[in-house]
């Protein structure tokens, strides 16, 4: 069999980084449906899958698209979807069966601008939120936004990583620029990237136990076809995955399910700080928007404004502590997003009125030019 | 004593006990209602097929029928509304030494899901799927289905059904099916044997079981339980190989039954083995 990935630098787009970085990580399942701007994620695991013992199926809508991925991840395989704005929509309620039910899978999201059809060629921001609630009932998720092809290669085996070890769905928030986008990406020797894989249960197959947690909160897991005789719902269940439909039962699962999460944020979260130490205003940003508030950064430290940029990896869970640090010594936010305030009111919300908090967001459709957050930077400090 | 006990209730057990999660005994479903026998049928195919029960996997959807995952003891799936068929697609091509069985109703496989059903079939994924015909919602209460017969009362259209039903067996042989079959609860045997047939069939099969509802769909059509298996009896005709076109239940005039489709062509996994993963 040919290696899943050759090592070498390469000119590709982000896109096609995204399903080299899915190879890189294991991924030998790709269940998904055409869209633009992630269309060529498809058609390159399409080509590559099969090659290395995987598969890729294109499915008949992204419902069943994200439901095949479940039950590709449940037969013991690392499996994936990608999609943009309407397909991220008909997901929905399968990704919530992929939490309920602890379901490790990786969903990316090449973001073009809604409403609806909107702007189907071109980029923006606007999915943020519905990457955190977009599914029905309350839960914690994780969510990436890399900024570059090369970020997305290593971003996409990070979500795979963390999809194994937490047991949940993690989204890959990008968005059409950067999956559009061609550069530079190194991939490197295999032998040289980390891969986790899911924690298998180890004793008495009869007395197995699905959803008993180990001491990080999550439960080892098998595939089917292993003997455990497990039984699998999206209803609320209790440790042996029966449904039990009450209260109390509820109470537990979802302290564990949220807690998997809250208690490991040290874990999941990832930022990167560019000039952050003497900065008197941070700006906020992620995506392809924290690529032109770095620009704003470098000319306005020429101009004598002392700004700096704490870059979001890791989306969500929300980098809250970071924020609330910062807001213990910086004079001002500004957050940077192709929205009208999504991730902006999350550091609102952190900041808490200590600092005044401006937001550099748009309709969608083109990239915000490092000029407007200058303006900004300016104008109001 | 206490040994004694334990003796006599190892010995009342049922015979598909070994298949059970009894500790999930009772189940919801209704005094009366067909989709245990149903559930019974395909657990003694099950068993019948001597395949490894390591190696067997029942997917449901949701509603009454979609609950039988829960009470097999095998590796078990109980998914979102309508796409147990998607997600076989998915554990079955991941996993091709599964036997993977759907399990579900008629308003979950073919209304909500039905986009599914005709993929699955053209696509000819090597899955079972049985499906428990009872011509309504059952769950929520009595609603019409995609399967209600025209002019019938249900909650949601007590002025009679205005639409038609689907022919399930047609769609299936439309869509691609290699094997399809119906029968009644009352036709439990023949039933078991076309599960099994069609277990050891590689390729897509349907099986549609008509069943009553007779806290539903019976109440609110003046159809008495006795007079359903009755009409079981003495209303079908089983006419093996008959032409799908004129599959419609017709009430009147006698339901057709019997295996209607049984045809080899390469299933999906089979043929992406062979087209994607050899080098060429």
Redesign the interface.
Known sequence: MKPAINKGEYFITGDIACAQGALAAGCRFFGGYPITPATEIAEHLSVKLPKVGGTFIQMEDEIAAMASVLGASWGGVKSMTATSGPGFSLMMENIGLGICTETPCVVVNVQRVGPSTGLPTQGAQGDMMQARWGSHGHYEIIALAPSSPQEIFYQTITAFNLSEKYRLPVLIMTDEMVGHMSEKVIIPDPKKIKNISRRRPKGRKDSFKLYEPGPDMVAPMPAAGEGYNIHVTGLTHDTRGYPIINVATHKQMMTRLIGKIRTNLDDIIQTESYRLDDAEIAIISYGISSRTSLAAVEEARKRGIKAGLLRLITVWPFPEDKIKQLAERVKGFVTVEINLGQIHQEVQRCVGGKVPAFLVGDFGGTIIPPERVLEVLEEAF | MAANVKKAQKKSSHPLDDLL?TD?IPSIWCPGCGIGTVFSACLTAIKQSKIDL??V?M?SGIGCSGRA??YV????????H??A???????????P??TVIVFSGDGDLFAIGG??FI?AARRNVDITVICVNNFNYGMTGGQVAPTTPNMAKTTTTTYGNPETPFNLPLLAYASGATYVARWTILHSRDLTGSIKESLAKTGFSFIEALAPCPTNYGRRNKEKLMDILKKYQENTIIKNGAVPTQLEIDHKNGVVLGKFVDVDRPALGES?EKI??Q?K
Not at chain 2, 73 to 80: A, G, I, R
Not at chain 2, 85 to 95: D, N
């Open positions: 999660r999930r390591k190696k996997v997917v995952a829960g003891k095998l590796d078990s799936f109980h998914t979102t309508g796409r068929i998607p997600f076989a697609t998915g554990l079955k091509l991941a996993r030494d599964l986009n599914h993929h992406y994607c993963r080098d």
